[in-house]
């Protein structure tokens, strides 16, 4: 019989989503967050004036490479995320406060998500790819604001913007305009056909 996945992949994170994404389309996935300090990718791009997409590639691959090097042969696939508003990078909100903080900033304006990823093996870069989608939010009223955080708690805390689009945060768009899949973390297609090309899933 024909199996979807010719071997595991190892994935740079301790993200349920993207951990979710691979296995939902037939792959074995193993976690292993890689402990980077993204503050400290950060600063530099921010400093010289660098591009989202740039960063966020250079922090999946950071991921990747690290965890790379402790699983000999394997594949890795490391991601990241970056939110632009108004030309500022948005990071994960630290607490309830700044979550209601971040969504009364985006809620009527469109913001950009910026998604990299990144594929490692021993410890060297095999592939990179980057992702743009334009989210609309829609001009929800502060008592939907109240509800909503109260009906998602702290996994508001979970993602930068404090949404998941896959769950009840889809209510707080109007529209969207880019890669579903790149929104929730990874993007798919294009990674499958890379593990396509190196026998991971068959063709």
Request: net charge negative; hydrophobic share 45%; charged share 25%.
């Given at each position: 019989?024909?199996?979807?996945?010719?071997?595991?992949?190892?994935?740079?994170?301790?993200?349920?989503?993207?951990?979710?994404?691979?296995?939902?389309?037939?792959?074995?996935?193993?976690?292993?967050?890689?402990?980077?300090?993204?503050?400290?990718?950060?600063?530099?791009?921010?400093?010289?004036?660098?591009?989202?997409?740039?960063?966020?590639?250079?922090?999946?691959?950071?991921?990747?490479?690290?965890?790379?090097?402790?699983?000999?042969?394997?594949?890795?696939?490391?991601?990241?995320?970056?939110?632009?508003?108004?030309?500022?990078?948005?990071?994960?909100?630290?607490?309830?406060?700044?979550?209601?903080?971040?969504?009364?900033?985006?809620?009527?304006?469109?913001?950009?998500?910026?998604?990299?990823?990144?594929?490692?093996?021993?410890?060297?870069t095999l592939w990179r790819h980057s992702d743009r989608a334009f989210l609309y939010m829609r001009a929800f009223s502060d008592e939907f604001l109240a509800a909503y955080l109260d009906t998602v708690g702290d996994a508001v805390l979970a993602s930068v913007g404090a949404y998941q689009l896959?769950?009840?945060?889809?209510?707080?768009?109007?529209?969207?305009?880019?890669?579903?899949?790149?929104?929730?973390?990874?993007?798919?297609?294009?990674?499958?056909?890379?593990?396509?090309?190196?026998?991971?899933?068959?063709?």
């Amino acid at each position: 019989m024909t199996t979807l996945c010719r071997g595991t992949v190892v994935l740079a994170s301790a993200s349920t989503a993207r951990a979710a994404l691979l296995e939902q389309a037939g792959l074995e996935v193993v976690r292993e967050p890689a402990g980077v300090d993204e503050a400290a990718v950060k600063a530099p791009f921010r400093q010289e004036g660098f591009d989202a997409a740039s960063c966020a590639t250079a922090l999946a691959e950071a991921k990747a490479t690290r965890v790379s090097e402790r699983h000999r042969d394997a594949l890795v696939i490391g991601a990241d995320q970056i939110l632009v508003h108004d030309e500022r990078w948005l990071d994960k909100p630290r607490d309830r406060t700044e979550a209601r903080a971040q969504l009364a900033d985006l809620r009527g304006s469109r913001h950009e998500l910026v998604t990299g990823v990144v594929v490692a093996k021993n410890g060297a870069t095999l592939w990179r790819h980057s992702d743009r989608a334009f989210l609309y939010m829609r001009a929800f009223s502060d008592e939907f604001l109240a509800a909503y955080l109260d009906t998602v708690g702290d996994a508001v805390l979970a993602s930068v913007g404090a949404y998941q689009l896959e769950g009840v945060g889809a209510q707080l768009f109007a529209r969207i305009e880019g890669d579903y899949f790149s929104i929730l973390g990874l993007p798919l297609l294009p990674l499958l056909e890379f593990l396509r090309e190196h026998g991971v899933v068959p063709r």
